[in-house]
C-alpha cells in the first residue's frame, strides 16, 4: 500500500537502551522528517533528511541518530534511551526540489509511542 | 528562521457554535501554509492548504482559512462545529523558495466541542 508507516506502534523500553523507531514511506519523497509530540510542546524537529545520505539537526536532536541509506528509509535510533525521551514520535515525508510535487504538504505516518522506563 | 504562533492553546465550544483559530508567522518572504488536524489517538492530517491565489482557502469538513499576508496571518475558521470537531490543530509554514523544505508548525489548539 502507498503511504508512510512506522513500526512499531508501541514501545517500551528500559533506561539506557538502544531502541530504533522505524519509517518507510512509498512516494519517493525527497524530505523526510522526525518530530517528536509533547503535551505543551506542539512538534518539534528532531532531524530531518533532504536526500538518501544527507541528513541534518533539527531544533532537538541531542540524544537520537538517524540515517538514510535509501530513499524510503528514515529510522530513527535512541543510542541510550532516556526517560525525557518517553514521547510520541512522527515521521512524515514530503516532496522537494527534485520531485514532481514539491509544492507539496508533509504526509505524516501513524506514530510510535515510545515509554522508557 | 521562521516560527509560527498559535494564540489559542485551548478552546472549549459547544456545538453549532463558530470556530476561529489565530495562526500567525514570522517569515517575510514567500510561503505555503497549512493547517493539519490531529484527532485523539491519530496522526496529522492535511485540513487546508495555500500555496498561492485566492486567499480564502477552503478545506475539507466545512473549514476554511485567510491567508492576510499584510498580518502574517492565516486563521482558521468554521462556521458551525460538531463534536467530531474535537480534536488538536495545528497551523505550518513552509518557506516558498530558498531551498527550505522543513515546515515549522506551531504548538498547537486542543479544541474541544460539547454535544
Known amino acids: 500500500d502507498a503511504g508512510i508507516t512506522q513500526s512499531p506502534r508501541y514501545k517500551i523500553t528500559e533506561t539506557g537502551r538502544q531502541v530504533t523507531l522505524m519509517c518507510h514511506q512509498t512516494w519517493s519523497h525527497s524530505y523526510m522528517f522526525w518530530y517528536r509530540q509533547d503535551l505543551g510542546h506542539g512538534l518539534r524537529l528532531i532531524y530531518y533528511s533532504a536526500a538518501a545520505d544527507i541528513t541534518d539537526k533539527g531544533e532537538v536532536p541531542d540524544g537520537y541518530v538517524v540515517s538514510r541509506s535509501k530513499t524510503e528509509n528514515f529510522p530513527l535510533t535512541l543510542e541510550s534511551a532516556t526517560r525525557s525521551q518517553t514521547s510520541v514520535y512522527f515521521c512524515?515525508?514530503?516532496?522537494?526540489?527534485?520531485?514532481?510535487?514539491?509544492?507539496?504538504?508533509?504526509?505524516f505516518g501513524q506514530g510510535t509511542r515510545l515509554t522508557v522506563v | 528562521a521562521q516560527s509560527v504562533s498559535q494564540h489559542n492553546h485551548h478552546v472549549i465550544l459547544s456545538e453549532a457554535a463558530s470556530l476561529e483559530l489565530g495562526c500567525n508567522y514570522s517569515y517575510g518572504g514567500t510561503v505555503n501554509l497549512f493547517w493539519y488536524v490531529q484527532y485523539p489517538g491519530q496522526h496529522l492530517q492535511l485540513l487546508l492548504k495555500y500555496f498561492s491565489g485566492d486567499p480564502l482557502v477552503k478545506g475539507i469538513k466545512g473549514f476554511e482559512a485567510e491567508f492576510i499576508k499584510s498580518k502574517f496571518s492565516f486563521n482558521l475558521r468554521k462556521p458551525s462545529v460538531q463534536w467530531s470537531d474535537t480534536a488538536e490543530y495545528f497551523c505550518a509554514v513552509k518557506k516558498a523558495s530558498g531551498g527550505s523544505y522543513i515546515p515549522t508548525f506551531g504548538r498547537g489548539t486542543s479544541l474541544i466541542v460539547h454535544p
Open positions: 512524515a515525508s514530503s516532496g522537494g526540489p527534485t520531485d514532481p510535487f514539491s509544492d507539496s504538504e508533509a504526509f
